[in-house]
C-alpha cells in the first residue's frame, strides 16, 4: 500500500512517517519499481506500535534507540530497553510535576486575583519615574 494509505491506517502524518524513516525509527520501507514506498501489513503494525509510544510519551531518540534493540530480536536487550521505558517513565513524572506547579500557580492567581493580580496589573501600568 501507499504512503497517503498507510497514514491513515496507522494514524501517522505521511510526512511524519517519511521523517521516522529516515531517522531509523522505523525500518526502511520496500519501494516498487518505480521507487514508491509499498507498505506491508508488517510496516503498518510497525507504524502503529511507534504512534502509541509517541502518544505515551516517548521521544523520538530513545524510541529510535529502543526500536533498534527490538529490531535485533535478542533477548538479552530487555534490560537495556526496559531502562529506555524507565528513563522515559522519569522524564514523563518530571514534565508532570512541572505542569502541576504551572497549573497550582495559575490556580492561585485566579482565585486570589483581587489581592495579587490587580496591583501586578497596576503596576505594569504605572511609570516608573525614577
Known sequence: MNIK???????????NIRYYEKIGLIPHIK??????????EQDIKTLKFVKHMRDAGVQVEPLTRYMALVAQGNPETKGERIAILEAQVEQLRCEIEEKQSALDYLTYKIEHYDEV??????????EDKR
Open 117 to 126: 493580580m490587580i496591583p501586578s496589573e497596576t503596576a505594569l501600568l504605572t
Open 31 to 40: 519501494r516498487t519499481e518505480s521507487g514508491l514506498r509499498n507498505f506491508s
Open 5 to 15: 494509505k498507510a497514514a491513515e491506517r496507522s494514524g501517522i502524518k505521511a510526512d
